[in-house]
Structures are given as structure tokens and as C-alpha cells.
């Protein structure tokens, strides 16, 4: 049997296979499967270099579905090869054909879209959410050259989801950095979920979009494995990174499955027999012996040690902003928070050298350009697209590094589909939003973030299967503060997320200042009323005490610079205020605000009002006349107060 005819073989048996597992498990896609179970069958058992008896090993090469929905082909290749799932190695056992029975069910590591944390390591990151997957396969690419790996990133691509902008980007960054181990391949079966895919996704104008992006480009029948083996030679030649348009067929060698509407639509039990007989008739029509060969073993992957995993050491706050050259900034005793990341990120930096930063060409805003200025080759400018930002910074987090990624918040905000994917994939990246808030002021409502308070709280409460939180996130008052979450953010085996904001503000902190995940510090203290804010606006509410003060009402002031909030420490302070408690942000509801109700709600011992921007703002040329215009200046503060005092 000669290896046309091997893969042939083997692409009907695992055919079978994922038309029986999708049948038993109700749902899935089998016609999107069969179409990629050359590509699949021909990289996994032949041209990558991998090792399934250690899905984990840092030298393998990768193979990252971006069509997501097509997974029980790999599932089915898996299999054959006896591959590890589980959570980690002390858990691992090799899949087995009777397993893929499993697929889809509520305690399988066979989830229904790839996702490495439910136990299948084979992947790098969660899809299933179309056009993510090349920025992922970007992301390992750079991590293998930073490195020195000589491994393959082969990145599996459906026609329809080639629509999405993200694909483009990614095809934009990877040429730009010239990352010729990574190797696109398009599955053009022509068909989408509803309909036709339109002509702009032609295996034609694909293959002339990827040559005009700065692609190699290849056009090739998806079901001739020598055609594929052939188009994936010579990788150590390419002076391009490739693309290779495969032409396919939806429900390949099953005539029931090939029409339009079948996608998404497993075969019915009671056709199940003559589906597979369907599949059977292909030794026929290919000219191939009738019989399943063995499985093939897959080349050794490069010997290579993966990253220690430890804690980083801490670096004394007056010493990083030495490092920083910023000492001068710090004798006038006000410093922007958006500074202080920047000064603890080229520290971390320096302490620990699988610490990478991602920026979308606002480095000189986010002072990120610290970190880029000094480690140069572990800085990646991903230029304005945030959503391969994210993705990208996915990839490298699943090689073992600690990616930091910062742009405006209310850019980041482009990427909230790609956050949700990496806290799925639970993917160990670190987010920081500058620029956030109303105190923006001159810049106006398009370069504000005013929702992603709450959307970042939202992952708070939620564990993500390994007992922490899906998200942790910061919001510091100062810039010591800011230093000492992004030390915390470093050190948190997870996703996390900062808030910073533009203008300088006055130091509240001593430099030695403890901070904790989900931790408050109290900066005042009275009897009448308790204030609970963060960020921004622990400067503003710190002047409305002031006020307050000055009218004989001593009260309680709060920064809760963390989700999720440890609440127990603002309610004890609340019990010696009458239970009164006022929240005060400046951005829209369901922030800080929200927290501290629900914790109020379950105890039943204090009574929560809010202040937040209750109105779209807009341009105010400073941030004193913003406060005002939203209701939320010092004076607006103190006068709610004595409302509820009153």
C-alpha cells in the first residue's frame, strides 16, 4: 500500500469514526470533518513532528483548528494514534477508538469545540468562535522563534470563516514578522452554515488575497494526500510563510451529507448503517485495498526543556522607578497609574524572561514602550487589530510565556469575544486597559471605556474548573498601587485585568503597601457614612470627604482596588456607619457598585446607593469640568451624601 492509498484508508475508517461518534452523541458536524480528513490524516499521522505519548512536549509541532466545528476529524486521528488526554500527565491515559463514544458528554475531555482545558492538550487554545485561530497559530510561531524551536504551526481554516477580519490581521502580522513556520490551511468546500460561501472566499481569490498579503500561495486538491505532503515540503526552504488552499468536499465520500443544508446535522441512528456504507464504496472509487493499516508513528519532536514554573521575585517599588528613570516624576509626589504599569512591566520584565509584551501601536500611551525599549525581541507590535492581539497573546501563553497586553480599554473592548475564548482555554494572559474612565476628558466617549468594569467583574465570581476565578482584575488609585497589581497580575496563574487611567494623581500609598487579589484599603475614617470607590475616583471622593468633614460628618473612604471583591471588610466598616454605603465610579452600572450590593443583598445589614455616569459623555477639556458635567465632582459626591445622612 503506498501512501496515497494509506491515507485514503485511513481517511474512511476515522471518517467512519466521526460519523458514528456524532450520530451517538446527537450534534456535532460530520460534513465539515469529512471534508478536512485528508489534511487532517496526512499532517497528523505523517508530515508533523509530534509525540502523542506527550501531547505537552515544547518541541512538537501544532496544529490549531480554527474551524472549530470540524473537531471529531482530529478527534478520530487522535484516537488511532493512542494519543494522552487529561488534565495534566499525572492524569493522562491514551484515547481509545470506544472513547470517541464519549463525544460531547458532560465529564469527556471530547468538548464539542477544541478546548485544552477540558483534557484534550493536543490543542493550544479554545475555538469554535470562527476567525481566532491563525492569530493563535501567530502566537505560537513568534514563542518557537523567541526560543529557538524548529517546530511547524499548521493552522486549519474554513472558507466561510476567511470573512472574518481577524484572519486578515493575522495574515498581516505573521508576514510582518516573516514567521515562515507558520503554514495556513483554507478547507474551500464552498459551502458556509446557511448558505453558499460567496465568491470572495473561492479557493481563487484566497490563494490571490494570501499572495497579496505576502504569502506563499498554493492551490491543491484537499483530498490528494500526496498533493498535501508535497505543498508541506521543504519547510526549512520557504522564504514566505505558506497558504495552502485546499479544495474539498463537504461530507466527503458520503453523497447524504454533501447537500447545503446538512450542516451541523449528524446522520440519523436509523441511517447510520447506510452512511457507513456510503463510505465503504470510497475503496472502490479510490482504487484502495479494503482494510484499515495500522497507524503510522509520527517523527520525534526536537529535544527541547520546557519553562520552569516559579514565582517571580518582587522588585522594590523606589527601585523599579530608579530602573525607570522616573525618579524625578516621583519627587513631585503625583505619578499616572498608566507610568507605574509601564515601570512594573520592564521590572517583571527584567526578572523574569518568559515575560512578553503584545501592544496595538500605543505603546507611548500605555508605557508599554518601557518594556519594548529594553527587551526589543520579547515585544510583539501587533499595530491596530486588537483581536489578534489577544489570540496572538494566547499562543504565546500556551508555549509557557506570560504575555502582557495593553492598549486603550476601550479598544480592548474590539476583543471581548477573544477574551471570553482565552478564559475557556484558560489562558494565562495578563490585560491592561489604559486611558479608561471619564476622567479621559478632552479625548471624548470613543476613546473611553465606560462597560468594561463590569464586564471584567462579571469573570470575577466565575471558576474557571481549577478553583480560581475566570478573571481577576484591578482598578489602583495610584501609581503604587498599580505597580504592586501588575507584580500581583505577573504572579496569578490566570487571566487578569488592570484599569489605568491617563492623568497624573497625587501618591496615596506608602511604597511598601500591601496588596492582595480582591483586597480594599481604608484611607479615611468616620462614623456617618461609609464611601466605597476605586481608580480615578478615590482622588475625587477623597476631596468629597474633605467636604463632608468640613460640615462635621466624618466619613469612611474605601478604595476596593479588586475583583472579586473580598466584600467583608467594607460591610464591617459599614456596621460602624449605620450600614449606610455610598458607591461612587466613573463609568456605567454594574461595576464596583454592583459588587458591593450583592454582598450587602446576602448579608442583609446595609443599605448600598451608587454613583456612576448615568449619561453618554462627551468632550470636556479637563477632568475637574467632566466630573462636574457627570454629576460626579467632589461637591455632587458630598451633597448624596448628606441626602442619605438626612
Known amino acids: 500500500m503506498d501512501f496515497k492509498q494509506f491515507v485514503n484508508a485511513k481517511s474512511i475508517e476515522l ?46 509541532d501544532r496544529l490549531v483548528l480554527s474551524e472549530g466545528h470540524a473537531v471529531p476529524a482530529v478527534y478520530a486521528a487522535y484516537a488511532d494514534l493512542g494519543g494522552m488526554v487529561g488534565r495534566d500527565r499525572s492524569s493522562a491515559k491514551a484515547l481509545t477508538k470506544a472513547d470517541l463514544a464519549t463525544l460531547r458528554e458532560a465529564d469527556s475531555p471530547l468538548d464539542g469545540h477544541p478546548n485544552p482545558a477540558e483534557g484534550f492538550p493536543f490543542f493550544d487554545a479554545a475555538t469554535g468562535s470562527l476567525g481566532q485561530g491563525l492569530s493563535v497559530g501567530a502566537g505560537l510561531a513568534i514563542a518557537a522563534r523567541r526560543r529557538k524551536i524548529a517546530k511547524q504551526i499548521y493552522v486549519l481554516i474554513g472558507d466561510g470563516e476567511s470573512r472574518e477580519g481577524q484572519i486578515w490581521e493575522a495574515m498581516d502580522l505573521i508576514a510582518d514578522y516573516a514567521l515562515t513556520n ?34 506563499q500561495a ?68 479510490l482504487e484502495t485495498p479494503r482494510t484499515e493499516p495500522p497507524a503510522a508513528i509520527p517523527a520525534s519532536p526536537p529535544d527541547v526543556t520546557a519553562f520552569e514554573q516559579r514565582a517571580i521575585p518582587p522588585v522594590d517599588f523606589k527601585t523599579a522607578v530608579d530602573k525607570a528613570g522616573l525618579s524625578g516624576a516621583l519627587e513631585k509626589g503625583k505619578l499616572a497609574t498608566r507610568r507605574a504599569y509601564g515601570v512594573a512591566l520592564l521590572a517583571i520584565g527584567g526578572a ?14 500605555t508605557f508599554s514602550e518601557m518594556f519594548a525599549k529594553k527587551y526589543p525581541g520579547r515585544f510583539v507590535e501587533c499595530k491596530i487589530a486588537e483581536q489578534n492581539m489577544v489570540s496572538t497573546a494566547v499562543g504565546m501563553a500556551a508555549a509557557g510565556f506570560i504575555p502582557f497586553v495593553s492598549s486603550f480599554a476601550k479598544f480592548i473592548s474590539r476583543a471581548y469575544d477573544q477574551i471570553e475564548m482565552a478564559q475557556i482555554g484558560r489562558a494565562n494572559i495578563k490585560i491592561t486597559g489604559s486611558h479608561a474612565g471619564i476622567s479621559l476628558a478632552a479625548d471624548g466617549p470613543s476613546q473611553m471605556s465606560l462597560q468594561d468594569v463590569a464586564y471584567f467583574r462579571s469573570a470575577g465570581r466565575t471558576d474557571n474548573g481549577f478553583g480560581q476565578p475566570a478573571c481577576v482584575s484591578f482598578h489602583p488609585s495610584d501609581a503604587i498601587a498599580a505597580y504592586h497589581c501588575t507584580w500581583l497580575m505577573a504572579n496569578h496563574d490566570g487571566m487578569c485585568y488592570m484599569r489605568t487611567h491617563r492623568s497624573d494623581v497625587p501618591l496615596l500609598y506608602a511604597p511598601d503597601t500591601p496588596f492582595e487579589i480582591g483586597g480594599s ?107 462636574a458635567r457627570a454629576g460626579l465632582a467632589p461637591a455632587d459626591i458630598a451633597a448624596k451624601a448628606r441626602s442619605i445622612l438626612e
Open 218 to 285: 498554493v492551490i491543491i486538491d484537499g483530498h490528494d494526500a500526496e498533493a498535501i505532503r508535497s505543498a508541506l515540503a521543504d519547510a526549512e526552504k520557504r522564504q514566505k510563510p505558506l497558504a495552502i488552499v485546499a479544495r474539498t468536499v463537504k461530507g466527503w465520500g458520503c453523497a447524504s451529507l454533501q447537500d447545503q443544508s446538512n450542516h451541523g446535522k449528524p446522520v440519523p441512528a436509523n441511517k447510520l448503517n447506510a452512511a457507513i456504507a456510503e463510505l465503504d464504496g470510497m475503496y472502490t472509487t
Open 352 to 365: 523574569d524572561e518568559r515575560v512578553v509584551a503584545l501592544d496595538g501601536d500605543v505603546r507611548n500611551s
Open 15 to 60: 471518517g467512519k469514526d466521526v460519523i458514528r461518534m456524532t450520530t451517538a452523541a446527537g450534534s456535532g458536524h460530520p460534513s465539515s470533518s469529512l471534508s478536512i480528513m485528508h489534511l487532517v490524516t496526512t499532517l497528523m499521522h505523517d508530515v508533523m513532528r509530534w509525540d502523542p505519548a506527550d501531547p505537552w512536549h515544547p518541541g512538537n
Open 182 to 215: 507558520v503554514v495556513a490551511i483554507f478547507s474551500c468546500n464552498g459551502q458556509g452554515q446557511a448558505d453558499y460561501v460567496s465568491p470572495q472566499q473561492s479557493a481563487e481569490t484566497l490563494a490571490a488575497k494570501a499572495a497579496a498579503f505576502g504569502w
Open 521 to 627: 484599603h481604608v484611607l479615611a475614617t468616620g462614623d456617618a457614612l461609609t464611601i466605597v470607590s476605586a481608580g480615578y475616583m478615590v482622588h475625587v471622593c477623597k476631596e468629597a470627604v474633605a467636604l463632608l468633614a468640613s460640615d462635621g460628618f466624618q466619613c469612611t473612604l474605601i478604595d476596593a482596588y479588586s475583583f472579586p471583591l473580598s466584600a467583608q471588610p467594607i460591610l464591617s466598616a459599614a456596621s460602624r456607619t449605620g450600614g449606610r454605603i455610598l458607591c461612587v465610579e466613573d463609568n456605567y452600572i454594574g461595576g464596583l457598585g454592583g459588587a458591593v450590593a450583592e454582598a450587602a443583598a446576602a448579608a442583609g445589614d446595609a443599605v448600598v446607593q451608587s454613583m456612576t455616569c448615568t449619561r453618554i459623555p462627551k468632550s470636556a477639556k479637563t477632568p475637574d469640568e467632566m466630573m
